[in-house]
């Protein structure tokens, strides 16, 4: 509910502070006091537009309006302000600057905001209902959300929306997998070619740097050869270091017993070196027996490395990466082998999705359809007390194509009117006249009132240009639709007014205006002078008090709050 209201330096009003009640709040006052100032000051606040009649008051550099919210713990507009990671402590406090040369600045709970979120914040927690309302029931997209909370039927909407969820998910996982196969068999060929290439050449990790360093060592063979086998002859002649070792170790092993003792350490030492020298020039041999091949070895080795190479370059990688490269290869070949199968796996899926989503959203279609006929003659017995029985009101369902069709279901949903008999149906706002607008808008809240969430309702002049018996059916309407809705209005009928909890009397004196709460006694008073005009009598006070009475008789117990 809308709490409370501070205005400051706007138009006439220097400064303004009303406290609200739950149920119905009226404001009063003559003609041009100013009352419709209040109304825009408070959707100033609400992210409406600065300007116009919500200008900064003459000789002040800025102006302001402050409205502070006390909505149920799961409103909608607490989750607006958790997106936004604004703390709150229970209130919600709307308030917007305005500077004389019209710029603004917006606040939600002292975060400055940007307008356009100060103005989802406001649509959430406030509805305005006059000639110049565009949001409310006078935005179609909400209209959908309206119909269903009244037909009861969310969890049903909220079905088809998961349902459909998992059919878009399903089908876009289809055409990822269409995508892929097509590209895949695009280049099949390709891919087939490559396998078989690399499958032949089967190139091995590490064998072109083993390939390299062998064909340097054949290229240069002949001196290689040479300089190993004049090693090996220094190792092995008759005085190379074989035979003077195998000498040495000779002449020690002839000495006594007791000298042998004593040269152990170089015996040892000696037989060692003999070990080592024997297998270096056992090396050395085997490395000439590489070294004495047949030129057509090394023309083979060439013919591999350069081989590996080549392949290397065609696939722009390293000859090392060859043995993944065959790898990936591979794989592509397998999935274009098994991506036929997949592929019907996943239609199948998105067939059976869609065939689940469909059938929820056809039930929820049928179910809109029986609550668009029940809000229809719900609303239509509104008409006819409240002066609009010409006017005719219809739920009108668009059909949307397969590639329309979405989470929200199989239609778009729009509230229509007929204002005249026999003239065609339109949106609401065709309605040339605000008070019959507000009237209009009135009914259908009525009818809205016990599905739709917590908001606080403004009615501009809802009873513009009626009386007697139809200002009476307003009243009565207004004070059954505060039973389950906080509402505000601007009001000059005593009708109306006499039913209000809370009753405001707005003044003006030069170019200032004035905003009081009335207690019993004044709001008696200020009954009787909506009867009877300037001159208040008796019997006008008796009256007053004849319909106060009579409206207190008619409330009935509100409705707790949800939390």
Same mark, same amino acid.
């Given at each position: 509910?809308?709490?409370?209201?501070?205005?400051?330096?706007?138009?006439?009003?220097?400064?303004?502070?009303?406290?609200?009640?739950?149920?119905?709040?009226? +404001? =009063?006052?003559?003609?041009? /006091? @100013?009352?419709?100032?209040?109304?825009?000051?408070?959707? *100033? !606040? $609400?992210? &409406? %537009?600065?300007?116009?009649?919500?200008?900064?008051?003459?000789?002040?550099?800025?102006?302001?309006?402050?409205?502070?919210?006390?909505?149920?713990?799961?409103?909608?507009?607490?989750?607006? +302000? =958790?997106?936004?990671?604004? /703390? @709150?402590?229970?209130?919600?406090?709307?308030?917007?600057? *305005? !500077? $004389?040369? &019209? %710029?603004?600045?917006?606040?939600?709970?002292?975060?400055?905001?940007?307008?356009?979120?100060?103005?989802?914040?406001?649509?959430?927690?406030?509805?305005?209902?006059?000639?110049?309302?565009?949001?409310?029931?006078?935005?179609?997209?909400?209209?959908?959300?309206?119909?269903?909370?009244?037909?009861?039927?969310?969890?049903?909407?909220?079905?088809?929306?998961?349902?459909?969820?998992?059919?878009?998910?399903?089908?876009?996982?289809?055409?990822?997998?269409?995508?892929?196969?097509?590209?895949?068999?695009?280049?099949?060929?390709?891919?087939?070619?490559?396998?078989?290439?690399?499958?032949?050449?089967?190139?091995?990790?590490?064998?072109?740097?083993?390939?390299?360093?062998?064909?340097?060592?054949?290229?240069?063979?002949?001196?290689?050869?040479?300089?190993?086998?004049?090693?090996?002859?220094?190792?092995?002649?008759?005085?190379?270091?074989?035979?003077?070792?195998?000498?040495?170790?000779?002449?020690?092993?002839?000495?006594?017993?007791?000298?042998?003792?004593?040269?152990?350490?170089?015996?040892?030492?000696?037989?060692?070196?003999?070990?080592?020298?024997?297998?270096?020039?056992?090396?050395?041999?085997?490395?000439?027996?590489?070294?004495?091949?047949?030129?057509?070895?090394?023309?083979?080795?060439?013919?591999?490395?350069?081989?590996?190479?080549?392949?290397?370059?065609?696939?722009?990688?390293?000859?090392?990466?060859?043995?993944?490269?065959?790898?990936?290869?591979?794989?592509?070949?397998?999935?274009?082998?098994?991506?036929?199968?997949?592929?019907?796996?996943?239609?199948?899926?998105?067939?059976?999705?869609?065939?689940?989503?469909?059938?929820?959203?056809?039930?929820?279609?049928?179910?809109?359809?029986?609550?668009?006929?029940?809000?229809?003659?719900?609303?239509?017995?509104?008409?006819?007390?409240?002066?609009?029985?010409?006017?005719?009101?219809?739920?009108?369902?668009?059909?949307?194509?397969?590639?329309?069709?979405?989470?929200?279901?199989?239609?778009?949903?729009?509230?229509?009117?007929?204002?005249?008999?026999?003239?065609?149906?339109?949106?609401?706002?065709?309605?040339?006249?605000?008070?019959?607008?507000?009237?209009?808008?009135?009914?259908?809240?009525?009818?809205?009132?016990?599905?739709?969430?917590?908001?606080?309702?403004?009615?501009?002049?809802?009873?513009?240009?009626?009386?007697?018996?139809?200002?009476?059916?307003?009243?009565?309407?207004?004070?059954?639709?505060?039973?389950?809705?906080?509402?505000?209005?601007?009001?000059?009928?005593?009708?109306?007014?006499?039913?209000?909890?809370?009753?405001?009397?707005?003044?003006?004196?030069?170019?200032?205006?004035?905003?009081?709460?009335?207690?019993?006694?004044?709001?008696?008073?200020?009954?009787?002078?909506?009867?009877?005009?300037?001159?208040?009598?008796?019997?006008?006070?008796?009256?007053?008090?004849?319909?106060?009475?009579?409206?207190?008789?008619?409330?009935?117990?509100?409705?707790?709050?949800?939390?």
């Amino acid at each position: 509910m809308l709490a409370a209201l501070s205005v400051r330096d706007i138009v006439l009003i220097e400064q303004a502070s009303l406290e609200f009640a739950a149920g119905l709040n009226v +404001l =009063t006052g003559e003609t041009g /006091a @100013g009352k419709s100032i209040l109304l825009d000051a408070l959707g *100033l !606040a $609400a992210g &409406g %537009r600065g300007g116009g009649r919500a200008g900064v008051r003459p000789g002040a550099a800025q102006g302001s309006a402050t409205a502070i919210f006390e909505p149920p713990a799961k409103h909608p507009a607490r989750g607006l +302000l =958790t997106e936004q990671s604004i /703390a @709150g402590n229970g209130e919600i406090v709307l308030r917007r600057t *305005l !500077a $004389a040369d &019209g %710029r603004t600045r917006a606040f939600v709970n002292d975060e400055p905001v940007g307008v356009a979120f100060l103005k989802d914040v406001g649509a959430a927690l406030l509805e305005v209902h006059g000639q110049t309302d565009d949001r409310g029931l006078f935005d179609t997209s909400t209209h959908r959300a309206l119909l269903d909370a009244f037909g009861g039927h969310e969890e049903l909407a909220a079905e088809t929306a998961s349902r459909f969820a998992a059919y878009d998910a399903a089908r876009t996982a289809a055409a990822e997998l269409r995508r892929v196969q097509a590209a895949a068999a695009a280049d099949a060929d390709y891919v087939k070619g490559a396998v078989d290439e690399l499958s032949a050449l089967d190139a091995q990790e590490g064998e072109e740097v083993a390939l390299a360093a062998e064909r340097t060592l054949l290229m240069n063979a002949a001196r290689i050869a040479e300089d190993v086998s004049a090693a090996s002859d220094l190792l092995s002649g008759e005085r190379g270091a074989e035979a003077s070792l195998a000498g040495a170790l000779k002449r020690l092993s002839r000495m006594k017993e007791e000298a042998r003792k004593a040269a152990v350490a170089s015996e040892t030492a000696l037989e060692q070196a003999f070990a080592l020298t024997e297998e270096a020039r056992r090396e050395l041999d085997a490395l000439l027996s590489r070294l004495e091949v047949d030129a057509g070895t090394l023309e083979r080795k060439e013919e591999r490395l350069f081989a590996i190479r080549a392949v290397a370059r065609k696939y722009a990688t390293q000859p090392d990466r060859l043995p993944q490269v065959l790898a990936d290869f591979r794989a592509r070949l397998e999935a274009l082998d098994l991506g036929g199968g997949r592929l019907k796996q996943a239609e199948a899926a998105a067939a059976a999705a869609r065939a689940a989503y469909r059938e929820t959203a056809e039930r929820l279609s049928q179910s809109r359809r029986t609550a668009a006929r029940d809000l229809e003659t719900a609303v239509a017995g509104e008409l006819v007390p409240l002066k609009l029985g010409n006017a005719k009101f219809r739920v009108s369902f668009t059909p949307l194509g397969e590639e329309e069709a979405g989470a929200q279901g199989l239609e778009r949903v729009a509230f229509e009117v007929a204002t005249l008999e026999g003239a065609p149906f339109g949106p609401l706002t065709r309605i040339a006249s605000g008070g019959e607008l507000a009237r209009f808008s009135l009914a259908i809240k009525v009818v809205l009132a016990q599905s739709g969430p917590p908001a606080a309702l403004v009615f501009d002049e809802v009873d513009r240009g009626v009386g007697g018996a139809v200002a009476d059916a307003v009243g009565l309407r207004l004070q059954r639709l505060a039973q389950s809705t906080q509402v505000l209005l601007v009001t000059h009928s005593p009708q109306v007014a006499a039913r209000a909890e809370r009753h405001f009397r707005v003044s003006r004196k030069g170019d200032k205006m004035a905003v009081e709460q009335l207690d019993d006694e004044a709001r008696l008073e200020e009954v009787a002078r909506m009867l009877s005009g300037a001159a208040v009598t008796e019997e006008a006070r008796a009256a007053a008090r004849r319909l106060i009475a009579e409206a207190r008789a008619k409330q009935r117990p509100k409705r707790k709050a949800s939390k």
